[in-house]
């Protein structure tokens, strides 16, 4: 029997379930990001991460629940502090205080649209702007109530949502827009201390944010993989499947074991 | 109430009621299916495209009109499209904002109900040719449209193909109004309508100043166009473009 140990994120009212990390899951993670800067090639990685992490319907997220997935995994894998260096000074931010400010419950915005009332919570997609108005709206419906029917969109399969899009009639978009980001505005971290920065729900920001938080540096990863082949003979299977934090674990164990070992016999 | 996918499907569908429409051209009303969330992001969508939008647009609506309408769109010209869009974008809004002032299209459509309008089709002489126009059907129009965004649609804005979509917009705009050609001299008689692309070369093919009249006539179908996107006793007009439906 093989149980998958999963852990779970509370966010609002909802239970996600993910995995760890693994060396290799980290090591490629690591590698996807060495060289991206692009925000649509950072979108892709971060989706890649969450679906791969999520046991179950990652896709299907919206911004604020990955946000915090991202934020969680990052405290899973590497640790709670995120370590900055500005201006020669090096500053540490609790991943806790960031995920106080987002992991809030959302607040549904209900839209009287003919005789049907529209509620509308949170797009999926990281960073939103005003080039993709439609696409934000249409991705933030969670449920259509008319006096003959309620349709809930979580419980849809994506190509029942399209189904019923192509259905249901057209949406002042800019006017629903225009509430779904002044009901979001607040929800933002500043780091006073560099510059009163801040990350945003919708724009840039917790991209380049994450890009940063979860790219560890490449050599000191590949020389953790050399020790722990070397002196613990881990093989591929082992690095696959053996979360990240664990492997950091086993080797510095090892380490202060072969300290000790090194240290003369003080009898 | 029920919850089940299907049920509720055809919940909406038998609900998702249609509008009635005057028609200019035929004088009488239609009835319109309204515009669904998925037709209103493909309008949207159809201003990605910035040297085409226009192609684009025209394409997008035709298809819209296409599924929408009780007829084909050989039965309606592009005055009546004008009609249609504003119809179409009242069941989402019934505002319009033009230059810090509120208006309501429901007037507008009224007001255009009242409307005559009609080109009638004419022969127009050149010095060589005799030339059949008339204002256009939907599905003709479309037709022409779709052959230019076939042949630019992957152009890049620094392509070679694309210096020359300024001269080709010209030559189908003249294309779309002329049914048949006569060479004055020969009384030969070439349907334009048959073969689209040998219609186009053609067209290219005769000296400009053979169309001064053409260019006159079709000017005046535009104006009558505007028209119909007049805000009622005001000289504002409403500009039929993608952002039009995003409200």
Known sequence: ?267 | MSNNFNDILADIKKIKTGVQVWVPSKKENVELKVLTLAQQKAIIESSADINLSVLFFNSTISKILEQNLPDKLTSYNTIDRVQFAIALRRQIKNEISIDGGNYLLEQVLAENKLRESYIAPKVIESTNYKFSVRVPNLEYDNRVNNLLLKRYKDESIRGNKLKSLISDLFVSELFKFIEKIEVQSSNNVLDLTANITQGLELIESIDSKEFVDIVTYINNVRAEEKKYTQIPNKDLYIDIVPDFFVV
């Open chain 1, 1 to 267: 029997m093989k149980l998958d140990f999963t852990y779970d994120i509370q966010v609002g009212e909802r239970i996600i379930k993910v995995k760890e990390l693994s060396f290799t899951d980290v090591k490629n993670l690591c590698k996807s990001l060495m060289f991206r800067s692009d925000l649509n090639e950072l979108k892709d990685v971060f989706n890649k991460l969450i679906s791969g992490v999520c046991v179950e319907n990652g896709e299907q997220l919206n911004i604020l629940e990955k946000i915090v997935v991202l934020l969680n995994l990052r405290g899973l894998t590497f640790g709670k502090d995120i370590n900055i260096s500005y201006n020669r000074h090096n500053i540490t931010i609790q991943n806790d205080a960031i995920l106080a400010a987002f992991n809030k419950p959302i607040n549904v915005i209900e839209f009287m649209h003919g005789d049907a009332i529209i509620e509308f919570g949170l797009p999926h997609n990281f960073v939103i702007n005003q080039n993709n108005i439609a696409n934000t709206v249409y991705e933030s419906i969670i449920s259509i109530k008319s006096p003959i029917y309620d349709l809930n969109f979580n419980k849809l399969t994506e190509k029942e949502k399209e189904t019923i899009i192509n259905e249901l009639p057209g949406l002042p978009f800019n006017e629903i827009y225009r509430l779904i980001c002044a009901q979001y505005e607040n929800y933002k971290f500043t780091v006073s201390i560099i510059d009163n920065t801040s990350l945003f729900l919708f724009d840039e920001s917790f991209l380049i944010f994450f890009k940063y938080i979860f790219d560890a540096n490449y050599q000191d990863v590949l020389d953790l993989e050399f020790a722990l082949r070397r002196f613990l003979h881990f093989n591929i299977v082992d690095l696959d499947h053996t979360p990240f934090p664990e492997c950091r674990i086993m080797f510095i164990k090892f380490d202060k074991e072969s300290q000790q070992k090194k240290e003369p016999n003080v009898e």
